[in-house]
């Protein structure tokens, strides 16, 4: 038992060693990267060390005068820190604490030193401002003495200033002694301490500009980089997709001590190019009359998508062919970057024409000059019924322009009036036939179920005419004759 017992404190005192040391490298490492209470302004001396011996002390003041027989103002603020030396020659009182400074780091501050010394060649109180790094030699950021600022002498604030050139864990330390003997106190005045930590240095990708693949894009950044104190951390308030746009995203970089540094990266995502629309149906097409069919269309967008398409058809509904002529289907598509397609199909719906029937013949054919002649024809529809109702116009024009005005001097027994020689600048001079027939319009011949019309050509001089029917559904039918 006895044995155990020894045994269990050893273990006992290893374990509260290992722990120990544990602590004190996470002491190490959550050293704050700035000074605390640098300034004094809590009027005491919260998050500072003080090292006072006999005789000295140490503390924050607003003005000295009622305890020190001197005046001092801050240089910052309200208070300050006066630290006064002590009774034993050559020991310094000392206002200290300890920090983590990163490479680059700045420590500044400012400080004064006041003495009630004389020098006499021996008394020379000292009063520093120092950086400590482990067992180092004291790094000297400010120095003065009584040899320095006369007997009874005082400085005025003195800024001083410290650039760390590696990483690590530092005391700052101001202090004051007699020297030489342990009379006549001398002090250091200390404010405004700032430890300047610089930010992470953060690069950021370069802008992007993309076409939009839908009404949101996904975008590759690319990588920022950081240059600081390890751990850094670097984000961005980038969305998973980007709408149509510009879009600045923020990146940010953050040191283990919490620095921080941003930067911007630009996204712009365009669509500049209009949607796409297809239809079954192409513009020009033609159709029988009640020829069943259908109109099929659709509209896509290959860069921020549809927001909409308009058309009076729904795709795969009925095309309308119940009536002859022309027509127009309209189809508007938008996408959502406000680009517009609008495409205008026109189609024909015509009747099934079945002609000529004896005796013209869509060959040339020689008749006698004179004679009547029965144009006839049929219409029908895609399903084979005969249409009565069209209407159907002749006209007809001799084929040489010249020959047609001898046709028209010649022509005795009827006149043709020379104000309907409506197309006299064309190669064939087109004009409405007017002649005994009632109209220039066929008529429909219920018996035959056929539209008829008879040309005369009693008067024509002998040459080559062309006979046009024109008929409502926008077609033309031209037979040409030889008159003898
Ligand atoms: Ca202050
Ligand atoms: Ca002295
Ligand atoms: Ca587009």
């Known amino acids: 038992m006895q044995n155990s017992g020894k045994h269990s404190r050893f273990k006992l005192l290893y374990i509260t060693m290992i722990t120990f040391s544990l602590i004190v490298i996470f002491a190490g490492n959550v050293l704050a990267s700035s000074i605390t209470n640098g300034g004094f302004e809590t009027g005491d001396l919260s998050g500072w060390d003080t090292f006072i011996p006999a005789g000295g002390s140490i503390i924050a003041t607003n003005n000295p005068l009622s305890v020190e027989q001197f005046s001092m103002s801050p240089i910052e603020g309200n208070y300050f820190a006066l630290i006064r030396s002590n009774s034993i020659a050559n020991y310094y009182t000392a206002l200290s604490q300890p920090f983590y400074a990163s ?41 003065e003495s009584v040899s320095s600022v006369g007997d009874n002498g005082i400085t005025p604030w003195k800024y001083w200033e410290y650039y760390f050139p590696a990483s690590g864990t530092y005391t700052i330390e101001a202090k004051v002694a007699n020297i030489g003997d342990r009379y006549n106190n001398s002090y250091i005045g200390i404010d405004d301490v700032k430890l300047i930590t610089p930010a992470p240095v953060l690069s950021v990708p370069a802008d992007i500009t993309a076409e939009a693949t839908g009404i949101t894009t ?37 040191d283990a001590y919490g620095n921080s540094a941003s930067a911007s990266q630009v996204v712009t995502i365009f669509d500049n190019t209009a949607p796409e629309i297809t239809a079954a149906v192409e513009d020009g097409a033609e159709f029988t009359l009640n020829e069943p069919a259908t109109f099929t269309w659709s509209a896509s967008d290959g860069q921020s998508g549809l927001a909409a398409a308009d058309c009076a058809y729904q795709s795969g509904a009925a095309l309308d062919t119940s009536t002859v002529g022309e027509k127009t289907i309209n189809i508007t598509a938008v996408d959502n970057a406000g680009n517009t397609t609008v495409k205008a199909i026109k189609y024909y719906v015509r009747y099934s024409f079945i002609g000529l029937f004896s005796p013209v013949n869509p060959d040339a054919r020689i008749y006698q000059s004179g004679s009547s002649i029965p144009v006839k024809f049929r219409l029908e529809d895609a399903n084979g019924s005969c249409i009565k109702t069209a209407t159907a116009a002749i006209s007809y ?19 043709i009036d020379p104000a309907r020689f409506t197309g006299a600048k064309g190669p064939k001079a087109e004009v409405q036939l007017m002649v005994a027939e009632t109209s220039e319009f066929f008529r429909f011949d219920e ?5 008829i019309y008879n040309f005369s050509t009693a008067g024509f001089a002998a040459g080559e005419y062309d006979i046009k029917i024109t008929l409502d559904d926008g077609t033309e039918n031209i037979i040409r004759i030889i008159l003898r």
Not at 119 to 134: C, F, H, P, Q
Not at 227 to 240: R, S, Y
Not at 397 to 415: E, F, G, K
């Open 218 to 254: 996904p975008v590759t950044l690319g990588e920022a980089t950081a240059d600081g104190i390890l751990p850094l951390t670097i984000t961005n308030d980038a969305p998973a997709e980007f709408p149509l746009g510009t879009t600045v995203v923020t990146w940010t970089a953050v």
């Open 397 to 415: 024009a001799p084929v040489d322009p010249s020959l047609y005005l001898i046709a028209q001097t010649t022509c005795n027994s009827r006149t």
């Open 447 to 451: 018996a035959k179920m056929q539209y």
């Open 103 to 143: 490479a680059g780091s700045k420590i500044c501050g400012w400080a004064f030193f006041k003495t009630k010394d004389s020098y006499l060649g021996i008394y020379n109180d000292a009063s520093l401002v120092v950086t400590k790094t482990g067992s180092a030699a004291d790094n000297i950021l400010f120095q």
